[in-house]
């Protein structure tokens, strides 16, 4: 079992920063790549970012590349995103999650670990 806490969510205004922390603990975290996906009321939850197991490898979603970085720091067991240049359309929930190998990062069934979520919300 891995759990997850995200922090670092909050009320921003568009083309402010903020930047999302997500705390690891129970099984090795460097065995896991991490990803952080959000969801907005009304919508499916997306992909946002996600970091291989040692953080040499890392995949944006078109909607965020140059914006958003994700990073981890595997000695603190918690991996970040930065979001700079945030818009009224970034609001949503913020989602951490654990990846479990073998598939794609921008899929949610191939997570197997979740946090419960930060809020997100960029006012215009």
């Known amino acids: 079992q891995v759990a997850l806490v995200e922090s670092g969510g909050g009320l921003v205004q568009a083309g402010g920063s903020l930047r999302l922390s997500c705390a690891a603990s129970?099984?090795?975290?460097?065995?896991?790549?991490m990803g952080w996906f959000r969801q907005a009321p009304g919508k499916e939850r997306e992909f946002v970012a996600a970091i291989n197991w040692s953080g040499g490898s890392t995949y944006y979603a078109d909607f965020v590349k140059g914006r958003f970085t994700i990073s981890r720091d595997n000695a603190k067991n918690t991996v970040y995103l930065q979001m700079n240049s945030l818009k009224p359309e970034d609001t949503a929930n913020y989602y951490c999650?654990?990846?479990?190998?073998?598939?794609?990062?921008?899929?949610?069934?191939?997570?197997?670990?979740w946090g419960q979520g930060a809020q997100v919300t960029v006012s215009s």
């Open positions: 129970g099984r090795t975290f460097s065995n896991y790549g």
């Open positions: 999650a654990a990846h479990l190998g073998g598939g794609s990062y921008y899929y949610t069934g191939h997570y197997g670990y």
